[in-house]
Structure formats: C-alpha cells, structure tokens
C-alpha cells in the first residue's frame, strides 16, 4: 500500500507545482515520486472544474454509498435467511439463535444478524457456549 501523505504535505506540493516549479525538481525536493506528484495535480484540478473526473468529494461519496450498499446486501440476506423460519420465531427469542449461528459460519456479522433478528447477541454468545443438554442431544 502506498504511503499515505497529510493533506497539508499534498497540498503545500501541489501549490509549488501551480506556482510554476516543475514537478520533476518539486518530487526530488519532497522526495516523493513525480508520478504521486502528477495525480496529486491532475486531483487538484479536477477538484477546481480545471478538468473533467470525479472531485475529490464526489470519490468520496461513491466510497460512502458503495459501503453502504454492501452493507444493505449483507442486512438483506440476514432478513431473507431469517423469513424462511419465521413462523418457528414467532415468540421464541432463543429460536432465533440457531438462525444467527448460521449466518454467522456463513461469515456474515453477528451482531448485525442479532439486531435485525431483534435478540441480544450477549445472549446469543451465551447460548452458543452452553453445553449440550441431555434432552437436547437425545432429540437431536
């Protein structure tokens, strides 16, 4: 991963490269690569209306909603898992929990899977670490 710059760093360069110096004596003197140094200016102008792309904002945005997409997709598979034993739900709190351990070796988040199953997740960790009962392992 590329080392990450202050703010303050790329745009302390950026006005140098503006204000006329050229970029190749600008990168050596900052000791940065004159490729970091051309995107950085290529950005800046974008985010001046300079040149067509997306603002630095606008990226942004798109990183925002693509997070929250993937987010929804996982909510909406937890809700679709969870339709298909609704009935078997209906005021049994605990028999949500097989439902979240399912989800959950699917790797989707517990926590999420609890909050939409509307059961604690505290309570689901406690009934997955239960032992066994007799009863249980007889009928299962």
Do not use: N
Not at 110 to 122: F, Q, T, Y
């Amino acid at each position: 991963m590329p080392k990450a710059y202050p703010a303050e760093f790329r745009a302390r360069a950026v006005a140098l490269v503006r204000a006329g110096k050229p970029v190749r004596e600008t990168a050596r003197e900052l000791e940065i690569s004159e490729s970091c140094l051309h995107d950085w200016v290529k950005q800046d102008r974008i985010d001046h209306g300079e040149r067509p792309g997306l603002s630095s904002t606008e990226h942004a945005d798109v990183v925002a909603a693509k997070r929250r997409i993937r987010q929804l997709e996982t909510e909406l598979e937890v809700l679709r898992e969870a339709s298909k034993v609704y009935e078997e739900l209906k005021g049994d709190p605990k028999g949500a929990f097989p439902v979240v351990a399912r989800l959950a070796d699917r790797g989707l988040p517990v926590k999420m899977a609890c909050r939409l199953l509307e059961v604690s997740h505290s309570g689901f960790y406690e009934w997955r670490s239960r032992p066994i009962s007799p009863a249980a392992a007889v009928s299962g």
